[in-house]
């Protein structure tokens, strides 16, 4: 059973900073992993699947990137609506999520 | 408006059943896989379960095997979770959520991998006496 785990926990940051989200599974699932954005009282949103690829409607800020065990989510500068958490998932499993909050 | 909404939340004892309801609209809902995906208060995403589009497969997370069981009526572009024995850890938002799904073949072995491209707003199920 692939097992995802993400770094950090929490990343505390200012609007306007750069946003670094680290995915890593437990054995390669190739370029078979999507990055979703919640915010309090919403349902999760997809924002990249296959790694890199933004989904529809997705600010070109989000980008995706990595393969095999090791994948990165970057914001590119924070926006205010950006303060979320952030999960990865590949087929039924997913990460325990990041929490970006404002510092 | 493509969507999905849930139903069929509230509140039940430990040992009860409650049956949600998912309502799609916008898209063809009998051309996709769709699942329940749950989150404890506080908590991360659970996949618990997903259906295909005819309803002949089904499958499970393992700590609701036996108790929850999947199905739809693509007649009435509805998805159902009916749940049976339920316990306190079963306390969640349910979610519906419609897949994105692939193939993936290399050297000859084929596996499927999907995404949750669609997701409804959630129904709130509370077990507590």
């Known amino acids: 059973e692939i097992v995802l785990t993400q770094s950090p926990a929490t990343l505390s940051l200012s609007p306007g900073e750069r946003a670094t989200l680290s995915c890593r599974a437990s054995?390669?699932?190739?370029?078979?992993l999507a990055w979703y954005q919640q915010k309090p009282g919403q349902a999760p949103r997809l924002l990249v699947y296959d790694a890199s690829n933004r989904a529809t409607g997705i600010p070109a800020r989000f980008s995706g990137s990595g393969s095999g065990t090791d994948f990165t989510l970057t914001i590119s500068s924070l926006e205010p609506e950006d303060f979320a958490v952030y999960y990865c998932?590949?087929?039924?499993?997913f990460g325990p999520g990041t929490k970006v909050d404002i510092k | 408006e493509v969507q999905l909404v849930e139903s069929g939340g509230g509140l039940v004892q430990p040992g009860g059943s409650l049956r949600l309801s998912c309502a799609a609209s916008?898209?063809?809902?009998?051309?996709?896989?769709i699942n329940w995906v749950r989150q404890a208060p506080g908590k991360g995403l659970e996949w618990v379960a997903n259906i295909k589009p005819d309803g002949s497969e089904k499958d499970y997370v393992d700590s609701v095997k036996g108790r929850f069981t999947i199905s739809r009526d693509n007649a009435k572009n509805s998805l159902y979770l009916q749940m049976n024995s339920l316990r306190a850890e079963d306390t969640a938002d349910y979610y519906c959520?419609?897949?994105?799904?692939?193939?993936?073949?290399?050297?000859?072995?084929?596996?499927?991998?999907?995404?949750?491209?669609?997701w409804g707003r959630g129904t709130l199920v509370s077990v507590s006496s």
């Open positions: 916008g898209f063809t809902f009998s051309s996709y896989w």
């Open positions: 998932q590949h087929r039924s499993h």
């Open positions: 959520a419609r897949e994105r799904r692939g193939i993936s073949c290399n050297y000859g072995s084929c596996s499927t991998y999907w995404y949750f491209e669609l």
């Open positions: 054995q390669s699932v190739t370029t078979y």
